[in-house]
Each structure stands twice: as structure tokens, then as C-alpha cells.
């Protein structure tokens, strides 16, 4: 919310009471909402973003949460989303945080398209640490551990991983990544009618 706030005006939106008292012990300001009823008006945001939320059990209907989401978009405006990505790294991380699903880049593209956005960029990312990822989930299903795989690793690995990080967030601002742990996408809110292409008038 800092970084976004850097670029004008931010607000947080979380259905957690716990949530929302970390983010306002820290000054950051945020609503109490879930994602299939936003408290705001339509046209409301130059840029709406989704960064692991599609994906969980709470969101029963997806597409109705996308059109949401475009609901208080202006138009011209941008989403940017992300969810975890492909059914074969499901595993007991998915069970611990409520996940409902796993996405392909195909279906993400199709979800915003039919929630009535332009679709500009969909892409795989976490895809230098993919193999990392699938050896944990698979040993995950045949240890039968239970639990997320979120956490702090030893600062050397941290490093490291944060390295790749960096060179795959180079990689993806040039080209579409083709398997990843999670999809990426920015899409646009079709502007008004006789608007500039990209003009967020209402």
C-alpha cells in the first residue's frame, strides 16, 4: 500500500478484522469489505489491484467479483491481478491458506475478458523458482505434511531467491512467461464511448 501510494491516493480493501488492524496500526488506510461487494461508488478508481484473492474459498463466484472490480474502475482504468497458478502444484500450502483454485494464464485471460476488460498482458511468473516449488509440493503429497510452506529461510537462500526474483521481474516487462506459480495480468476498463483511448474521464 506504501509502494502504491506513491503514484497518488491508496486504499486497502480486507474482509479480516485482524487484517485491517495491522494495516492501520501501520498508518496505512484500508475498508472492511469483501470483494464481491465493494462500499465505493461506480467509476471510483484509476487503478484497481487483485494480488492473491480470486483464488480463495470466500470468493464463491470469481467472474461476479470481476465484474466488481471493473464496476468501480473508470473507464480507461487498469487491474492488475494475480492468482497461484496451474492444478499441479496444488498441495497442503493450497489446503492451510483456503485456496479454491489454481489458474492457467488461458483462464485468467478469459475470466477479465468476460468481466468486460481489455486484457494488455498475461504471463506466468514465479517461473525461475518453479522447480523449487514443485519438488516442495510433491514431497508435501507423498510425506503427507500438512500446512503452509510460507516463511523465512536462511538469509544466503533468502538472497538468493530474491536474486532470481529480480532477473525474472526483468525477464517479464519484455516477454510472456510460459509456466510459472502464479499468473500475472493487466487488463483496461474500455474507455467511454468518443474518449481518448486510455482517458479515465467519467
Given amino acids: 500500500m506504501r509502494h502504491l501510494a506513491e503514484s497518488g491516493s491508496a486504499l486497502g480493501v480486507d474482509i479480516s478484522a485482524e487484517a485491517l488492524r495491522f494495516c492501520r496500526s501501520r498508518g496505512v488506510p484500508v475498508a472492511r469489505a469483501g470483494v464481491l461487494a465493494l462500499p465505493f461508488p461506480d467509476r471510483t478508481f484509476d487503478c484497481v489491484t487483485s494480488?492473491?484473492?480470486?483464488?480463495?474459498?470466500?470468493?464463491t463466484d470469481d467472474h461476479a467479483a470481476v465484474v466488481e472490480l471493473a464496476r468501480v474502475l473508470r473507464p480507461g482504468g487498469l487491474l492488475l491481478a494475480r492468482v497461484p497458478a496451474l492444478k499441479m502444484l496444488w498441495g497442503a500450502?493450497?489446503?492451510a491458506v483456503h485456496s479454491r483454485h489454481r489458474y492457467t494464464a488461458g483462464e485468467v485471460r478469459r475470466l477479465l475478458e468476460a468481466g468486460g476488460l481489455n486484457v494488455e498482458r498475461a504471463s506466468y511468473c514465479?517461473?525461475?523458482l518453479f522447480p523449487?516449488?514443485?519438488?516442495?509440493r510433491t514431497l508435501d503429497r507423498l510425506t503427507g505434511r500438512h500446512g503452509s510452506d510460507v516463511g523465512f529461510l536462511p538469509a544466503p537462500i533468502e538472497r538468493l531467491f530474491r536474486g532470481l526474483l529480480g532477473i525474472e521481474a526483468a525477464l517479464?516487462?519484455?516477454?510472456?512467461?510460459p509456466f510459472g506459480a502464479s499468473v500475472v495480468a493487466v487488463a483496461r476498463k474500455p474507455p467511454l464511448p468518443g474518449a481518448p483511448d486510455g482517458a479515465g474521464t467519467i
Fill in 172 to 177: 517479464v516487462r519484455r516477454v510472456s512467461l
Fill in 93 to 95: 500450502h493450497d489446503e
Fill in 132 to 136: 523449487v516449488v514443485l519438488l516442495r
Fill in 126 to 128: 514465479n517461473t525461475l
Fill in 51 to 59: 494480488f492473491d484473492v480470486l483464488y480463495h474459498r470466500w470468493v
